[in-house]
């Protein structure tokens, strides 16, 4: 159901970053090997804090800004506005790199 990423980040959030292992994305079958004495965490608290996890994700997902340009993208841009006269603040170089560089 949840991704072995999803998991690892709801155990480690529930367990304060401990090691741990898990044997074929099992749940029920987390153990710290350092902290043998760390109380196990029940399968519907780890279920509830994945869902968590996977809804922050989708949301971080669905409104990150798009992948920086390829040096390749950015370069064809770059000769498009040169070969348009429009290298300047209204070309699509500079309106593509703009959220790249105001930082």
């Known amino acids: 159901?949840?991704?072995d990423d999803?998991?690892?980040e709801?155990?480690?959030r529930l367990s304060d970053g401990k090691d741990f292992i898990m044997t074929d994305g099992d749940m029920s079958t987390i153990m710290f090997p350092h902290d043998p004495e760390f109380p196990s965490i029940s399968v519907a608290r780890l279920e509830a804090m994945c869902?968590?996890?996977q809804?922050?994700?989708d949301i971080r997902d669905r409104f990150a800004p798009p992948p920086k340009p390829t040096l390749e993208e950015?370069?064809?841009l770059l000769w498009h506005d040169l070969n348009n006269n429009?290298?300047?603040k209204g070309g699509s170089f500079f309106n593509t790199m703009k959220q790249y560089l105001d930082k």
Request: glycine share 0%; no cysteine.
């Open 1 to 3: 159901m949840f991704s």
């Open 6 to 8: 999803v998991k690892a």
């Open 10 to 12: 709801a155990i480690r």
């Open 51 to 53: 869902e968590e996890v």
């Open 55 to 57: 809804r922050e994700w």
């Open 74 to 76: 950015q370069l064809e």
């Open 86 to 88: 429009s290298l300047n």
